[in-house]
């Protein structure tokens, strides 16, 4: 993937209304009236000051966004030491309160927090004040079933309103969310909720996706089953299916009229438990707090996506990735956040592209996967479809590709913000990605997230700019993670982010800073091509191979042999009708040769049945490479962390026939 240099045009510029209207420019020129923050210089200006006084910065973010404090603090930063970096320190507040502020105001509490959308297209809302209700009710149950701060809830749920519910009921008690899709399965989900140990469950009786009801009746026995910590089981009727023996009814615990009480916990009181895919081991739990989560957030949400009340925001994801957590966290700016429950692509690729046009969405956000799946099926959403409302779409999962980029200005509007953005669950934000003042260049993250030291080092520690190099962050954000559940010394914490730099955050991508400001993603370094000393990320040959129609989708492994040697083969999963003969064999050699790298044509071609991805949609690179080195399967990867294990076996067998 090649940078747009400094004078070429940009895909998109915003106009200097939007840019005077935008809150990031409102923010900057308050933030310099009363914090020191440069009043000239625009984005690049606030940015350099945001990481170089990194505490005056996150005392301006609480200020501008009101964060209601119920004991107050002496400074932002207390020891930034990473990890373990103290954040607001003594101050006491509570996400929930702010989630459902909104609500307070009567001019805003009838209209919609919520809009709930189905794959039948029926729609339901859910008013600020109803939901600040069910809030209150579900809270006062939670405490009298004895949950306490510091106690684990835990959800099995859709992308529903009554999953957005359990979470903030759970957060105003003091309680620690976490959650999976009910199409996890139960030793998926096992893997993952025996490790915090929750008291209660808040489970559906199945749910639908693809035009199927799906039956998760027995999954849920097994799940109560398998965890002796559960005081009470919460039954949500989403097939109709009466509340199983022993458990509560969501009705019942919804119905009062309540209103919430709002435990006030530490800054660094745990929020929630967010999973990483956990192919090769088990998932790691990733615990992050109350007030860094709402810092983060607000700053994310509030100045990045420029979202407010007037605006309704969008993303296709599931409860079981940290999008959806990311989703929930709209409410914080007043805005009223679009849940879909169902498939992607059902009844056809345009389903997204529906729900943004009947709920009225501002923010859009997706995957990269689906906008080239969109490209490849040839619609035509903008043409077809009233799109009018849409000022930016997002995306996220994987960096998007050039073509993804014009796609959405050919096929979508051209006048529309892209944001590719980047980050990880790991902080539960972004890195780099949306600025709304800022020029879009192709294949390229408009910029570094304010307050994120975001730097390229080579291997030595030396920043890079214009040259590929590892991902870091040498200063702390509020939503690092306070520690992994079960990680008492803190070892598994340090190994995962700090072993190759000492006291600087490692990704684990590979990226460019370039001459202009922007960012450019290459994929994961831990699965880096390394060949005759060139390094390339894999998402560079996807976004080149991909091109091609008969290419559905792509995996490319580097291997190094015993002997010394390096095995490189790119598999590919064909298009229907697409036949991989030696035409298509050349037309791959020659797209990677002539649009990256000579050195990194593939050694073989191998049709596959599919490509393996993690439940969140990631294709998982690391346990096919252990697989071919010869690891056995039970070794290689957590079966309940894969979508289709089935999958895995062609690469099994190919590792035999090559030994």
């Known amino acids: 993937m090649t940078s747009a240099a400094a004078n070429e045009a940009p895909l998109w510029q915003p106009d200097p209304e939007r840019i005077a209207a935008a809150a990031v420019t409102r923010f900057q020129s308050w933030a310099a009236e009363r914090y020191g923050a440069p009043a000239e210089g625009g984005y690049p200006a606030l940015h350099r000051w945001s990481v170089d006084e990194l505490d005056t910065f996150w005392r301006a973010v609480a200020d501008w966004f009101d964060v209601r404090f119920s004991t107050p603090y002496e400074t932002a930063i207390g020891d ?29 509490a009838g209209a919609p927090a919520l809009l709930h959308v189905d794959e039948t297209h029926a729609q339901s809302a859910v008013s600020w004040s109803e939901l600040r209700r069910q809030v209150g009710s579900l809270a006062a149950e939670l405490r009298a079933l004895g949950v306490r701060p510091g106690d684990r809830v835990s959800g099995y749920l859709p992308n529903i309103p009554q999953s957005v519910v359990a979470l903030l009921a759970t957060a105003a008690v003091g309680g620690v969310w976490t959650s999976c899709a009910p ?75 309540t209103e919430p009480v709002f435990e006030q916990v530490p800054f660094d009181h745990p929020l929630w438990v967010l999973y990483s895919s956990g192919t090769t081991g088990l998932p790691k739990a990733i615990v992050q707090s ?10 994310q949400l509030g100045l990045h996506c420029d979202l407010g009340p007037a605006d309704r925001f969008f993303w296709y994801t599931s409860t079981g990735w940290m999008m959806w957590n990311f989703l929930v966290s709209g409410l914080l700016t007043g805005t009223t956040v679009v849940l879909y429950d169902g498939s992607p692509g059902y009844p056809d690729v345009s389903a997204q592209w529906r729900v943004a046009e009947q709920t009225g969405a501002t923010l859009y956000g997706t995957s990269a996967a689906y906008v080239m799946a969109c490209s490849k099926a040839g619609i035509h959403p903008g043409r077809d479809l009233d799109l009018s409302r849409i000022q930016c779409v997002a995306t996220t999962g994987s960096p998007l590709p050039p073509d993804g980029f014009r796609w959405l200005h050919d096929e979508v509007a051209e006048d529309l913000w892209i944001a590719s953005v980047s980050g990880g669950t790991d902080v539960c934000s972004c890195f780099a990605g949306a600025v709304p003042t800022l020029p879009v260049h192709i294949g390229e993250l408009q910029a570094p997230c304010l ?9 030595a520690g030396k920043p890079l700019i214009g040259e590929v190099g590892e991902l870091v962050v040498t200063n702390p954000l509020p939503s690092m993670p306070i520690h992994f559940w079960n ?35 290459h994929g994961r370094s831990d699965s880096t091509l390394n060949r005759q000393g060139v390094r390339m990320g894999s998402a560079d040959i996807y976004e080149a191979v991909e091109r091609l129609p008969e290419i559905r989708e792509s995996l490319v492994i580097g291997l190094e042999e015993p002997d010394g ?67 056995a399967l039970a070794k290689a990867v957590n079966p309940g962390s894969i979508d289709n294990l089935e999958l895995l076996h062609f690469y099994e067998d190919l590792a035999r026939t090559r030994r």
Do not use: C
């Not at 860094?292 to 607000?298: A, K, V």
């Open 183 to 257: 199409d996890f399965g139960a030793r998926s989900v096992l893997d993952r909720f025996q490790q915090v140990e929750p008291v209660v469950l808040f489970t559906v009786d199945g749910y639908r996706y693809g035009g199927k009801e799906h039956d998760r009746t027995e999954t849920v026995a097994e799940l109560r089953r398998e965890l002796p910590t559960l005081r009470a089981v919460v039954h949500i009727p989403l097939l109709g299916t009466p509340a199983p023996e022993g458990t509560l009814a969501w009705s019942v615990l919804t119905s009062a009229d």
């Open 290 to 299: 109350q007030g860094g989560i709402l810092l983060e957030h607000f700053k």
């Open 487 to 521: 990680d008492p010394d803190g070892s598994r914490y340090r190994d995962s982010y700090f072993e190759m730099y000492p006291g600087v955050w490692r990704h684990g991508d590979w990226i460019t800073l370039t001459d202009h400001g922007s960012v450019i993603i």
């Open 565 to 631: 040697g390096y095995w490189m083969p790119l598999f590919v999963h064909l298009a229907d009708g697409a036949a991989l003969d030696d035409g298509l064999r050349d037309r791959i050699k020659r797209t990677i040769r002539e649009n990256l790298s000579p050195r990194h044509v593939p050694d073989e071609i191998i049709e596959v049945p599919g490509i393996p991805h993690t439940l969140t949609g990631k294709r998982i690179e690391v346990p096919v490479k252990r697989l071919l080195q010869g690891t």
């Open 451 to 459: 307050g994120t030291d975001l730097q390229s080092w080579d291997p």
């Open 80 to 108: 930034r030491t990473m990890p373990g970096a103290q954040w607001f320190p003594g101050a006491t507040l509570n996400y929930a309160e702010h989630a459902l502020r909104a609500g307070e105001d009567p001019l805003h």
